[in-house]
Every structure is written in C-alpha cells, then in structure tokens.
C-alpha cells in the first residue's frame, strides 16, 4: 500500500507571459461552433514505434499496420534491443502521440523508464514532447484491439479496491482500505452505508461477484501487489495471473501460493492443482488506475502479468501502474487526481502524462536529468540509500519529497492508445471541475474555462493543445475575466504542447480565457 503525501500540491515557480492582448481580447466569430477540447493527430503527428524483431512477427506487424493506418501514422522501427536507438528517429517525425507497439518479452521497468527520457529528449526543455502509450498483449491480434474508437467510452460503472469519487458513478463497489473485510456500494448514484463482510464469506470472492455483475468499466485499486498478484485490502485474499487468464486465491491459500511464486510467476498447474476459481472474464471496455499497487505494471517481460492479463483476458484498453515497489506515491495516486480533477476531455492518458510534467516541475532542473538506478530483473525495484547518498556527495540537499519524487520519475508505465477517449456521465451529481470548450476565432484558437458548477474552485488546470502553438511567448495569453474586470495570469509550465496552471482558481462568476496562435507544421 502506497503512502501518499499531503504536500503534493507544493506551489510552483510561474513563468512570466506577455498578454497576448489583440487576440485574448477578441471574441469569437459567431459561426464558430463551441467544442469540447477534445484530442485529435492531424497528419504526421502520430507515430506507430516498434522494434525490428517485433515487425517480423505477422500478428504484430498487422497490429503496427493497423494503428498507422487509422491514424495516419508513420511507422518507425527501431533495431537490436535498446529503444533509445530510435531518438534520431523520432526527432525528425516530431510526433505529439506514440504508440509503442510491443511484445510482453520486450517490456520491463528499464523499457518503461527509456520511454520516459526519451519523450523528454525531442528539444532542451524538461518536459515531455509527445504522450505515449505501450500496445502489448498475448499476440499481436489482442494489441491490435487497443486501437482508440471514434467514441468516448462513457463511465457509468466502477470497482476498486480502494476509495474513488462514487458520485461519479451510477453503479459502484469498492472494498475499503479503511477497515478490515468493509465495502461500499452505490446504485444509482447514492451510496449505502458502509457494509461489513459476513464471517463466512471471502473478500476476494465478493470482489469476483461484483466484478461479474457491475461489469465495470474503470478500475482503481491501492493495496499491496506484485508483477503477478493484486491483493485485496489487509490481505483478506487476491487474484493472480497465469496462462492470460486471471484466478482467485483465498485468504487460506495465500501462503501456498507465495510458495510457489517466484520471479516468473506462478504456473497453471499450482492453480489446477489447488481447484482455484477463475476470475469470470468481462469483455466489455475497462480503464484501470492502479493508483497505488507496488509492480503492478511491469511485465516482468512475460506475457503472464498482471499488466497483459488485464489486457488480454478483461478487455482494459489503458492501464496506469509502477513498475517498481511504490511508497512515496505521487505518480500513481497524482495520475488519479489528475484524471478525476481536469476537464471532460481529460483522459486517463492526458491524466498521467500532466501528472508526469508536474512532478518534474517540482524536482530541481538538474535531477530531472539525473538517471534513476532501474534494474530489469527482480521485484526490487530502486535502491533508494544508493542514489540518494551520492545525491548528497553532489550537494544536494535531501528531503522525502525529492527522494520520492525520484523514486517516482520514469517508473509508472502507461498502456494503450494515447488518443483512446473516456468521460464521466454528465449527468452524474459530481463531474470534473473544469469545463473546457474551444472556439475558432480567425487563425487563433481561443479556449474559455469555468468551474462546472459555475462556483468557487481552486485546483490544478491542465489542458493539452488540439495542436501545436507557437513557441514564441507572445503567440500565447491566458486572462481571467469577470468580477473585478480582466487580470493576466501566467501558467507555471507551458510548451508548445500543452499549458498547466498549478492551483488555479476561479471564483463564481468568473473565466479564464486562453487565446493561442497555431505553431509551423513539423
């Protein structure tokens, strides 16, 4: 179980901005239509990545194929078994979304953690250049179908092993880990009381029958787990992976099933031979935040983990989880609250990728370059002691939440089309605070921003541009209007991909306008 440090908002440094005044104070042309602002690649900004061993294989080279075509995208093939050999590459294409298109035994935390830098090394700032997502599976067929849809999968269903917003959520479940053997339902949006598990009855088994019949579309788990397991909250049981398909281990059993866990995983035959259920496969589409699960998300370069089964055998078109023992907590739980506290076209993968550029923001310049310590073997994960003693031979002054913040950086893997979609029901009594639309306004893109309820809010405002801007500062302007007039506010990080306002807040009554100009086509 991950901890999850209250100080995670820490104020960041603004970035001083000119107003943008001629086009921040212009208003839309009339025959302009108001969209949400939503997610597209125009041509050339999406690039299929895949290794040279990986395209040689029918299935996958099928797979690659599929996502250029839909979207439009260059393939790119990277040889031998570093990926960083695809820089060059990739800096000529200058994409803004990157599909990874990878086979199980290719993937593991240092895969992850190069995927990371490498996104961060297209110009000479800090942050991240394009958003990725790794495309795996059992074969290349079952990569395929994590190709974004044209709709947005809408999120009316929710199971968890840990606390979530339920008002969101028109049916929903999560056992607590507040209490031991506790959960909480809501139907139609109203929650029950808080509900203690009969004597006889096994958590991991309530977790199945629910998983059954919620069929849930997006997942949020905490509790402790590794590469091949997710425990259920005080260790009252677990599901575990093998041969693609997921299986229910009894509290009982737990310690046998330790036994024969090893770093590869535990075979089918522990599972036969020990009469264990399966966990009933649900196909319909399911996001999965492992907010707060040690592993989860590294596939240990097996297609056996919990990571491709999920993929596999339950249908999770995106999945967010460490790649390493978690206890500081910022990148798993902070993708969370990312995702539940942006606008309605933040998706979880816009919702990761901001939560990645906020925690750089928030590490000094030099340590955002510092390489973290990753080994590709073990359940280990990072050596903490080590790196940070020779941080302090550098000088550097140590606290928890740098060490975290490192501990964090580049180990929380992302799965799926970057460009797949999700929404929160509008009609549910509590929906993301930020409504974000966009208007057209001559070669300008003016986006108009109100809190949804159109009452006081304070947070953090992260929007992803449906294009590339100008990276002169004068081709960019954010007012806030309303109350006391117009005032400028600057955005504590903006590139030429994206802006984000740390803390922003917008009393009733008022807007935040951000006006853009389009950059050159790369």
């Known amino acids: 179980m991950s901890a999850f440090f209250p100080n995670y908002f820490l104020a960041a440094t603004a970035l001083c901005v000119p107003a943008f005044s001629a086009v921040a104070d212009a208003e839309p042309e009339p025959q302009a239509a108001t969209t949400d602002a939503e997610p597209a690649a125009a041509q050339g900004e999406y690039v299929v990545l895949v290794s040279e061993k990986t395209l040689k294989q029918k299935d996958w080279k099928k797979a690659a194929a599929k996502f250029a075509k839909h979207h439009r995208a260059k ?15 990739l800096k000529k294409a200058a994409p803004r979304y990157v599909a990874v298109i990878a086979r199980p035994q290719e993937i593991d935390r240092v895969f ?33 179908e994590l190709l974004a849809k044209d709709e947005p999968l809408i999120l009316d269903r929710a199971l968890g092993t840990t606390n979530f917003d339920r008002q969101r959520f028109k049916q929903s479940f999560f056992i607590t880990d507040w209490g031991r053997r506790e959960f909480v339902e809501t139907e139609n949006y109203v929650s029950k009381e808080k509900t203690n598990a009969k004597p006889d009855e096994e958590m991991v088994d309530i ?17 402790h787990a590794t590469e091949f397991n997710l425990e259920m909250p005080f260790g009252e049981g677990l599901i575990a992976s093998a041969g693609t398909d997921f299986y229910l281990v009894p509290k009982e059993k737990m310690p046998d099933f330790r036994r024969a866990m090893g770093n590869a995983g535990t075979s089918e035959k522990f599972f036969k031979t020990q009469k264990l259920k399966k966990l009933p496969r649900t196909q319909n589409e ?44 910022e990148g798993g739980w902070g993708t969370s609250g990312q995702f539940f506290g942006g606008h309605q076209a933040t998706s979880v993968g816009q919702a990761w990728f901001f939560n990645n550029q906020i925690l750089l923001k928030n590490l000094p310049e030099a340590l955002t370059r510092y390489p973290v310590p990753l080994s590709a073997e073990g359940m280990e994960g990072i050596y903490v002691d080590g790196f940070a003693s020779k941080l302090a031979q550098k000088g550097v002054r140590i606290n928890r939440e740098l060490i975290g913040r490192l501990h964090d950086r580049d180990t929380v893997a992302f799965y799926g089309d970057p460009l797949f979609r999700t929404r929160f029901n509008p009609d549910a009594p509590s929906t993301q605070p930020w409504d974000c639309r966009t208007r057209l306004n001559g070669n300008a893109r003016l986006f108009t921003v109100k809190t949804t309820r159109g009452n006081t809010y304070k947070g953090d405002f992260c929007l992803w541009f449906p294009e590339r801007i100008q990276s002169e500062a004068n081709s960019f302007a954010a007012n806030i209007t309303g109350g006391n007039g117009k005032t400028a506010v600057a955005p504590d990080i903006l590139t030429e991909n994206f802006v984000i306002f740390r803390g922003l807040e917008l009393k009733e009554g008022e807007t935040l306008k951000i006006a853009t100009e389009p950059g050159a086509k790369k």
């Open 207 to 223: 977790f199945a029958e629910q998983w059954e019949k919620i069929r849930p579309q997006f997942l949020m788990s905490a509790s």
């Open 286 to 329: 399911k996001v999965w935040i492992a907010a707060g699960n040690c592993l989860f998300g590294d596939c240990l370069r097996t297609p056996f983990s919990m990571a491709v089964t999920a993929i596999s055998a339950a249908n999770v078109k995106q999945l967010v989880g460490y790649t390493v023992p978690t206890w500081f907590g």
């Open 75 to 89: 393939i790119i093939v990277w040889r031998g078994n570093d990926i960083a050999k695809a820089k060059n590459a």
């Open 112 to 144: 992850v953690a190069k995927l990371h830098t490498l996104s961060r090394e297209m110009n000479a700032d800090i942050y991240g250049d394009f958003i990725w997502g790794i495309i795996t599976g059992r074969d290349g067929k079952t990569a395929a």
